[in-house]
């Protein structure tokens, strides 16, 4: 085996007797796609975004409006702007995420109001929720952590009984379902990231779902520099810009990428479900190791994007991992860690007490079943 690094940069090179934490998932019409775009007139937003947007809503949306986009940050950005975001308003976040998830609303000049997780799922814990709204709070946003859906009815009925926005960060969640219906389907807003190692990838890339029609045309406008895009192509001058736009534009290059993976998306799915399901047999009922958002409920189906475990014997566990090639890591953080939020100022005893505890253990469609069995054997040897 390659020598390795310090376990202090936890970080394998490429090698395949290594378990590495996330790889891309290329799909096998990947070439074919973008091949056919290099050859064509379009490899900027063209008519590979339109048919990508289209797939993604009758997959996943229940034919819902929506716009691609170039990041899940853009994607947020724009979600907050039609939900009428603006400077001084709060929006309730979840504590433990990743920071695009929140860095937008300070793009505006709003405020992110945390809320504790969930100690069983590491999503929002929604009990937190109701003692955290204020006159100036203007909406919710959730993430389902991992890929497991948080609890939407009970934050669908705080929302109405408050009227408030949800805007849901599904970066996680491709092809969750809640009750039976797609995540992407319910709520308000929902972001979905195709970000290099995400179920679908674009390189780079997200997409909004916006329940309501009527703000499709302007979340258009705001993707392009607040430009009437269909407009300008026409030749006139009726196009004045009125409202502040941003370059948020997906290009068909990365479209075409994410048509391939869209074509073979259940597939893919499958399999992630499959290593998920297995490593949860194999840590069943380990000492000192608690699964994290299991797929255990009846009312929500997981993605099966990351599986996180929690134990006192962290440290231990992923120090073993690395020194027999294995990848792992914490991959979020608290976001109160972070200065740009304020710092700590506030006690959140389900995050403190998980803090130093959870661990991400590697899942990715490269992966076997037999370093699965290799990554569960690690762990259990530790923590017995």
């Keep these: ?18 378990i590495h934490l996330f790889r891309p998932h290329i799909p096998a019409g990947a070439l074919q796609h973008i091949g056919s ?9 063209g008519p590979m975004v339109e048919k990508f947007e289209r797939m993604i809503s009758e997959q996943f949306c229940q034919n819902l409006s929506g716009v691609a986009v170039g990041s899940g940050t853009d994607a947020l950005h724009l979600a907050y702007l039609l939900a009428g975001v603006e400077e001084g308003d709060e929006v309730i976040v979840p504590l433990f995420t990743c920071t695009a998830t929140s860095i937008p ?25 109701e003692e955290r709204i204020t006159s100036k709070t203007k909406a919710i946003a959730v993430v389902h952590y991992g890929g497991l859906p948080c609890d939407m009815n009970v934050i669908h009925d705080i929302a109405t009984r408050h009227g408030l926005a949800v805007i849901e960060d599904a970066a996680h969640a491709l092809g969750a379902t809640f009750e039976e219906k797609p995540i992407g389907s319910l709520s308000d807003f929902t972001m979905f990231s195709f970000q290099a190692i995400k ?3 674009t390189g780079d890339g997200g997409y909004l779902s916006i329940k309501n029609p009527d703000l499709l045309e302007k979340a258009k406008r705001l993707r392009w520099f607040g430009i009437d895009r269909s407009a300008k192509q026409r030749g006139i001058w009726e196009n004045d810009i ?34 998920f399901d297995l490593y949860c047999q194999l840590l069943e009922d380990t000492p000192n190791v608690r ?37 792992s890591s914490q991959v979020h953080f608290r976001n109160d860690r972070y200065s740009i939020f304020g710092g700590r100022t506030e006690s959140f005893p389900n995050m403190d007490a998980l803090e ?23 762990v259990k040897l530790i923590a017995r």
């Design 356 to 378: 130093e505890q959870y661990l991400v253990l590697p899942l990715h469609t490269e992966l076997s079943t037999d370093q699965v069995e290799r990554v569960a054997n690690v």
């Design 1 to 18: 085996m390659t020598q390795l690094a310090s376990f202090e940069t936890p970080i394998l090179p490429e090698g395949k007797d290594f």
């Design 199 to 201: 179920h679908v990838t």
């Design 291 to 327: 699964i994290l958002g299991t797929d255990s409920f009846s009312d929500r189906k997981h993605a099966a994007w990351m599986f996180t475990i929690a134990s006192p014997l962290r440290r231990e566990i992923q120090k073993a991992l690395f020194e027999n090639g294995i990848e």
């Design 242 to 275: 009125s409202e502040i736009g941003y370059k948020y534009q997906m290009t068909d290059l990365s479209a075409a990428l994410g048509i391939a993976s869209l074509e073979e998306f259940q597939s893919t799915l499958s399999r992630r479900r499959t290593l």
């Design 105 to 129: 609303l300070l793009y505006i000049g709003a405020k992110p109001i945390f809320v504790d997780i969930d100690h069983e799922t590491l999503n929002i814990d929604s009990s937190r929720i």
């Design 37 to 45: 775009v290099l050859q064509s007139r379009w490899i900027g937003q």
